[in-house]
């Protein structure tokens, strides 16, 4: 049996297609009785809209996608919690992809949801991801795009971040002002833009406080073979606290930590995190907290105003973060 059209609920219930059509639509001039006789129809006979003929009536799916790098991220669900939350009270849907942190694949998505006709876009980019070519046929489109946590800052988009310098910059001010002057940092994919302003937040709190380091003593996840050189370092170099830039590389290092009796003890940690995996470590990690959450909400409702405004001025919002002092240092 195929699945039934607005001319089949019309014929069933004895009204004009257009009638339907409205009703469903909770067009103002149907009465409510009505509605009500064409929604139950609706959910009986299992109606769904033809999303492509609502776009060519109405110029709008209704859909919004959401491309992310990878699922087991830390903060991807509330992330996706703040994106849908917004989406839903503004009448938008989501649809999910994931790039499996490939650009191929991530070019792969971006022209599935040009077929989609979304009516818009947000995105954190794969990890060999090293320019935004391949989105620009969305502007062309017309279709609104909103970059967010990994990013590459282009003046043809809006992106929303936290600020990942200061973030750093504040974690490492805090370890040496509990007199850590030796200071291993650990950080993220070498080429993302996330890391390279983290690194950066990390140096120059250094520098302006005139703690002395080298090269050696950064740690990059894309220079890592398994844990060896992290444990190589900890053994060899006397660190007294570590940096760490992520949830992710928090889990990797605690069990080196462990493994090598440093941890409580030998070394602080601070991470930037969004707050949940410290307080699930003993002791509990002190971080600066970001929200996923936040993020998501800022994002959607970013990309909702340009839907809605028809306007497409390119805001880098930054989404503020907070020290959270716990038991780590």
């Known amino acids: 049996m195929k699945r039934p059209g607005i001319k089949d609920l019309a014929k069933m219930l004895s009204l004009n297609p257009s009638t339907v059509s409205r009703a469903l639509s909770d067009h103002p001039d149907i009465k409510q009785e009505t509605k009500e006789r ?45 994106i849908n939350e917004s989406l839903v009270n503004s009448g938008f849907s989501l649809i999910v992809f994931f790039s499996d942190n490939q650009i191929e694949r991530e070019k792969e998505i971006v022209n599935h949801c040009l077929s989609w006709v979304v009516d818009g876009v947000l995105i954190s980019l794969a990890e060999n991801t090293n320019t935004v070519d391949h ?45 850590k002057k030796n200071i291993l940092g650990i950080f993220g994919n070498s080429n993302l833009e996330i890391t390279k302003q983290r690194v ?77 995996i410290p307080y699930q470590l003993y002791p509990k990690i002190t971080h600066i907290r970001h929200s996923g ?28 973060t907070a020290l959270v002092e716990l038991e780590s240092v």
């Not at 844990?227 to 060899?236: A, G, Q």
């Not at 909400?297 to 919002?317: F, G, P, R, S």
């Open 38 to 82: 064409v929604r139950a129809a609706a959910r009986e006979f299992n109606y769904q809209p033809n999303l492509h003929a609502r776009f060519f009536r109405k110029k709008t799916s209704g859909l919004i996608a959401l491309i992310l790098p990878e699922f087991n991220m830390f903060f991807v669900p509330g992330l996706m919690d703040g």
């Open 135 to 179: 989105l620009k046929s969305f502007k062309s489109a017309g279709i609104p795009l909103v970059m967010l946590d990994r990013v590459i800052f282009s003046p043809d988009f809006s992106s929303v971040t936290i600020n990942d310098e200061h973030a750093a910059y504040e974690a490492t001010k805090y370890l040496i002002s509990n007199d």
């Open 200 to 276: 950066h937040g990390f140096k120059s709190c250094l520098d302006n406080y005139n703690v002395p380091y080298s090269d050696y003593d950064l740690i990059f996840k894309d220079a890592l073979s398994g844990n060896k050189n992290i444990e190589s370092k900890l053994r060899n170099t006397p660190y007294n606290a570590i940096f760490i830039m992520s949830d992710e590389l928090l889990m990797d290092t605690y069990p080196v930590l462990l493994k090598n009796r440093q941890y409580p003890g030998q070394v602080s940690i601070v991470s930037i995190s969004d707050g949940k």
């Open 293 to 320: 959450y936040e993020i998501g909400v800022t994002a959607a409702n970013t990309l909702i105003q340009n839907i809605k405004n028809d306007t497409y001025e390119e805001q880098n919002i930054k989404v503020s």
